[in-house]
Nanobody, 122 residues
């Protein structure tokens, strides 16, 4: 079964740092684009960062220069290092896997973790 499990969330003061981790099982990790999304209260889920199958890293403008996404392929995990956190970063952060490149026709290819809460206090 495909599983994505986030960890590392918590409460930190503005200007501080947190590192999120996503452990995965049940799919071909190297064939999927891995990413992070977040959802703040009253807002839509928004893109934060991802890394594509060719290794390209992308970031939302709001986090560029502060967040860094990385993969640990032998461990089938993905991480998000968050520095210089702002109160606006407060949200539930979700790990995602987009496996459309290898998905069978008619089968699901987008997977989500359960989310981990990040709270940045002032």
């Amino acid at each position: 079964q495909v599983q994505l499990v986030e960890s590392g969330g918590g409460t930190v003061q503005a200007g501080g740092s947190l590192k999120l981790s996503c452990a995965t099982t049940g799919f071909i990790f190297s064939s999927c684009a891995m990413g992070w999304y977040r959802q703040a209260p009253g807002k839509e889920r928004e893109f934060v960062s991802n890394v594509t199958t060719d290794g390209t890293r992308n970031y939302a403008d709001s986090v560029k220069g502060r967040f860094t996404i990385s993969q640990d392929n032998p461990k089938n995990s993905v991480h998000l290092q968050m520095n210089n956190l702002k109160t606006e970063d407060t949200a539930v952060y979700y790990c995602s896997a987009d496996c459309r490149e290898v998905a069978r026709a008619g089968r699901p290819y987008l997977y989500w973790g359960q989310g981990t809460q990040v709270t940045v206090s002032s």
